[in-house]
T-cell receptor
Framework: GIQVEQSPPDLILQEGANSTLRCNFS?????LQWFHQNPWGQLINLFY???GTKQNGRLSATTVATERYSLLYISSSQTTDSGVYFC??????????FGSGTKLNVKP | DADVTQTPRNRITKTGKRIMLECSQT?????MYWYRQDPGLGLRLIYY???????NKGEISDGYSVSRQAQAKFSLSLESAIPNQTALYFC????????????FGQGTRLTVV
Protein backbone atom coordinates (compact mmCIF):
# COMPACT_ATOMS: atom_id res chain seq x y z
CA GLY A 1 0.00 0.00 0.00
CA ILE A 2 0.87 3.68 -0.10
CA GLN A 3 2.89 5.04 2.81
CA VAL A 4 1.61 8.32 4.25
CA GLU A 5 3.77 10.33 6.61
CA GLN A 6 2.55 13.34 8.52
CA SER A 7 4.61 15.92 10.35
CA PRO A 8 4.93 17.11 12.97
CA PRO A 9 3.32 14.38 15.09
CA ASP A 10 2.52 16.87 17.85
CA LEU A 11 2.10 20.61 17.83
CA ILE A 12 1.35 23.06 20.62
CA LEU A 13 0.30 26.59 19.68
CA GLN A 14 -0.76 29.69 21.45
CA GLU A 15 -4.13 30.99 20.32
CA GLY A 16 -3.70 33.31 17.36
CA ALA A 17 -0.59 31.61 15.99
CA ASN A 18 -0.26 30.16 12.49
CA SER A 19 0.87 26.65 11.60
CA THR A 20 1.67 24.38 8.67
CA LEU A 21 1.06 20.65 8.68
CA ARG A 22 2.69 18.41 6.11
CA CYS A 23 1.67 15.15 4.45
CA ASN A 24 4.09 13.15 2.29
CA PHE A 25 3.01 10.09 0.32
CA SER A 26 4.99 7.40 -1.39
CA UNK A 27 3.17 6.92 -4.70
CA UNK A 28 0.90 8.69 -7.15
CA UNK A 29 -2.64 9.09 -5.85
CA UNK A 30 -6.09 9.71 -7.26
CA UNK A 31 -7.35 11.76 -4.36
CA LEU A 32 -6.15 13.40 -1.18
CA GLN A 33 -8.25 14.55 1.75
CA TRP A 34 -7.61 16.36 5.01
CA PHE A 35 -9.73 15.57 8.06
CA HIS A 36 -10.03 17.00 11.54
CA GLN A 37 -10.82 14.53 14.29
CA ASN A 38 -12.44 16.41 17.12
CA PRO A 39 -12.15 15.43 20.80
CA TRP A 40 -15.34 13.34 20.48
CA GLY A 41 -13.72 11.21 17.77
CA GLN A 42 -15.71 12.49 14.82
CA LEU A 43 -13.93 12.90 11.49
CA ILE A 44 -14.74 16.20 9.85
CA ASN A 45 -13.98 16.70 6.16
CA LEU A 46 -11.76 19.72 5.66
CA PHE A 47 -10.53 19.48 2.08
CA TYR A 48 -10.83 17.22 -0.92
CA UNK A 49 -7.71 18.30 -2.78
CA UNK A 50 -6.06 15.92 -5.28
CA UNK A 51 -4.05 18.88 -6.61
CA GLY A 52 -3.86 22.65 -6.41
CA THR A 53 -4.84 25.02 -3.63
CA LYS A 54 -8.10 25.53 -1.77
CA GLN A 55 -9.13 27.86 1.02
CA ASN A 56 -11.92 27.70 3.53
CA GLY A 57 -11.91 30.52 6.04
CA ARG A 58 -8.78 30.36 8.19
CA LEU A 59 -7.75 27.04 6.66
CA SER A 60 -6.14 26.42 3.33
CA ALA A 61 -4.49 23.44 1.67
CA THR A 62 -2.09 22.87 -1.16
CA THR A 63 -1.31 19.58 -2.87
CA VAL A 64 1.65 19.18 -5.23
CA ALA A 65 0.86 15.76 -6.66
CA THR A 66 3.98 15.57 -8.83
CA GLU A 67 6.16 15.98 -5.73
CA ARG A 68 3.91 13.79 -3.55
CA TYR A 69 3.10 16.12 -0.72
CA SER A 70 0.31 18.26 0.66
CA LEU A 71 0.28 21.10 3.17
CA LEU A 72 -2.48 22.27 5.48
CA TYR A 73 -2.25 25.85 6.73
CA ILE A 74 -4.07 27.02 9.82
CA SER A 75 -4.03 30.75 10.43
CA SER A 76 -5.03 32.64 13.57
CA SER A 77 -5.55 29.37 15.43
CA GLN A 78 -8.38 29.01 17.94
CA THR A 79 -8.86 26.57 20.81
CA THR A 80 -11.58 24.86 18.78
CA ASP A 81 -8.92 23.91 16.22
CA SER A 82 -7.48 21.45 18.73
CA GLY A 83 -7.67 17.78 17.82
CA VAL A 84 -5.96 15.47 15.38
CA TYR A 85 -5.50 16.29 11.72
CA PHE A 86 -5.34 13.38 9.30
CA CYS A 87 -4.24 13.21 5.72
CA UNK A 88 -5.70 10.36 3.65
CA UNK A 89 -4.78 9.41 0.11
CA UNK A 90 -6.64 7.26 -2.37
CA UNK A 91 -4.53 4.81 -4.30
CA UNK A 92 -5.42 2.28 -6.93
CA UNK A 93 -8.63 0.31 -6.46
CA UNK A 94 -10.15 3.22 -4.53
CA UNK A 95 -8.55 2.27 -1.24
CA UNK A 96 -7.77 5.06 1.21
CA UNK A 97 -4.56 5.15 3.24
CA PHE A 98 -4.22 7.29 6.34
CA GLY A 99 -1.25 8.93 7.98
CA SER A 100 -0.79 8.73 11.75
CA GLY A 101 -2.01 12.28 12.18
CA THR A 102 -0.80 15.54 13.71
CA LYS A 103 -2.12 16.18 17.20
CA LEU A 104 -2.71 19.91 17.64
CA ASN A 105 -3.23 21.58 20.99
CA VAL A 106 -4.15 25.27 20.86
CA LYS A 107 -3.79 26.97 24.24
CA PRO A 108 -5.78 30.07 25.22
CA ASP B 1 -29.64 13.58 9.82
CA ALA B 2 -26.10 12.45 9.14
CA ASP B 3 -25.23 11.22 5.65
CA VAL B 4 -23.48 8.17 7.10
CA THR B 5 -25.03 6.68 10.23
CA GLN B 6 -23.45 4.06 12.45
CA THR B 7 -25.16 2.05 15.15
CA PRO B 8 -24.49 1.55 17.96
CA ARG B 9 -22.33 4.55 18.90
CA ASN B 10 -20.89 2.81 21.94
CA ARG B 11 -20.82 -0.83 22.90
CA ILE B 12 -19.26 -2.92 25.62
CA THR B 13 -19.23 -6.66 25.01
CA LYS B 14 -17.65 -9.73 26.52
CA THR B 15 -14.90 -11.86 25.06
CA GLY B 16 -16.30 -14.58 22.80
CA LYS B 17 -19.55 -12.80 22.01
CA ARG B 18 -20.73 -12.11 18.48
CA ILE B 19 -21.38 -8.47 17.70
CA MET B 20 -22.58 -6.59 14.64
CA LEU B 21 -21.93 -2.96 13.81
CA GLU B 22 -24.26 -1.40 11.29
CA CYS B 23 -23.82 1.38 8.79
CA SER B 24 -26.31 3.09 6.52
CA GLN B 25 -25.83 5.98 4.12
CA THR B 26 -27.95 8.45 2.22
CA UNK B 27 -25.20 9.68 -0.11
CA UNK B 28 -26.21 7.30 -2.89
CA UNK B 29 -22.61 6.07 -3.09
CA UNK B 30 -21.75 2.60 -4.34
CA UNK B 31 -18.50 2.34 -2.38
CA MET B 32 -18.50 1.61 1.32
CA TYR B 33 -15.69 0.90 3.78
CA TRP B 34 -15.03 -0.22 7.34
CA TYR B 35 -12.01 1.16 9.18
CA ARG B 36 -10.57 0.63 12.62
CA GLN B 37 -8.68 3.25 14.67
CA ASP B 38 -6.51 2.39 17.63
CA PRO B 39 -5.39 5.06 20.11
CA GLY B 40 -2.73 7.36 18.69
CA LEU B 41 -2.88 5.78 15.26
CA GLY B 42 -4.44 6.45 11.91
CA LEU B 43 -7.27 4.45 10.40
CA ARG B 44 -6.70 1.00 8.96
CA LEU B 45 -8.93 -0.64 6.37
CA ILE B 46 -10.83 -3.78 7.41
CA TYR B 47 -13.15 -4.44 4.44
CA TYR B 48 -14.49 -2.53 1.48
CA UNK B 49 -17.29 -3.00 -1.03
CA UNK B 50 -17.80 -1.37 -4.41
CA UNK B 51 -21.31 -2.68 -4.92
CA UNK B 52 -23.71 -5.18 -3.39
CA UNK B 53 -22.00 -8.16 -5.02
CA UNK B 54 -18.44 -6.97 -4.46
CA UNK B 55 -16.70 -7.50 -1.09
CA ASN B 56 -12.96 -7.15 -0.59
CA LYS B 57 -10.60 -7.69 2.32
CA GLY B 58 -8.54 -4.80 3.57
CA GLU B 59 -5.27 -4.90 5.44
CA ILE B 60 -6.65 -6.19 8.76
CA SER B 61 -9.65 -8.42 7.93
CA ASP B 62 -8.80 -11.39 10.19
CA GLY B 63 -11.46 -11.85 12.87
CA TYR B 64 -14.03 -9.76 10.98
CA SER B 65 -16.73 -10.39 8.39
CA VAL B 66 -19.05 -8.07 6.49
CA SER B 67 -22.36 -8.08 4.72
CA ARG B 68 -23.60 -5.64 2.09
CA GLN B 69 -27.35 -5.97 2.42
CA ALA B 70 -28.18 -3.15 0.02
CA GLN B 71 -26.47 -0.26 -1.69
CA ALA B 72 -27.08 1.84 1.41
CA LYS B 73 -26.23 -0.72 4.11
CA PHE B 74 -22.93 -2.31 5.08
CA SER B 75 -22.50 -4.19 8.35
CA LEU B 76 -19.39 -5.41 10.14
CA SER B 77 -19.41 -8.50 12.37
CA LEU B 78 -17.02 -9.76 14.98
CA GLU B 79 -17.82 -13.47 15.17
CA SER B 80 -16.04 -14.03 18.47
CA ALA B 81 -14.87 -10.76 19.99
CA ILE B 82 -11.47 -10.55 21.66
CA PRO B 83 -10.00 -7.74 23.80
CA ASN B 84 -7.54 -6.56 21.14
CA GLN B 85 -10.51 -5.69 18.94
CA THR B 86 -11.26 -2.87 21.34
CA ALA B 87 -11.09 0.20 19.09
CA LEU B 88 -12.99 3.00 17.38
CA TYR B 89 -14.68 1.73 14.22
CA PHE B 90 -15.64 3.92 11.29
CA CYS B 91 -17.82 3.32 8.27
CA UNK B 92 -17.21 5.43 5.18
CA UNK B 93 -18.60 5.93 1.69
CA UNK B 94 -17.14 7.44 -1.43
CA UNK B 95 -18.26 8.39 -4.88
CA UNK B 96 -17.08 7.26 -8.28
CA UNK B 97 -14.28 8.52 -10.46
CA UNK B 98 -14.30 12.28 -10.88
CA UNK B 99 -15.27 12.90 -7.29
CA UNK B 100 -14.17 10.21 -4.89
CA UNK B 101 -14.44 12.30 -1.73
CA UNK B 102 -14.95 10.04 1.27
CA UNK B 103 -17.47 10.70 4.04
CA PHE B 104 -17.29 9.08 7.44
CA GLY B 105 -19.83 8.06 10.03
CA GLN B 106 -19.66 9.25 13.62
CA GLY B 107 -17.77 6.14 14.73
CA THR B 108 -18.59 3.23 17.04
CA ARG B 109 -16.55 2.91 20.20
CA LEU B 110 -16.27 -0.81 20.93
CA THR B 111 -14.86 -2.23 24.14
CA VAL B 112 -14.30 -5.97 24.53
CA VAL B 113 -13.85 -7.06 28.15
Amino acid sequence: GIQVEQSPPDLILQEGANSTLRCNFSDSVNNLQWFHQNPWGQLINLFYIPSGTKQNGRLSATTVATERYSLLYISSSQTTDSGVYFCAVEGNFNKFYFGSGTKLNVKP
Amino acid sequence: DADVTQTPRNRITKTGKRIMLECSQTKGHDRMYWYRQDPGLGLRLIYYSFDVKDINKGEISDGYSVSRQAQAKFSLSLESAIPNQTALYFCATSGVKGNTEAFFGQGTRLTVV
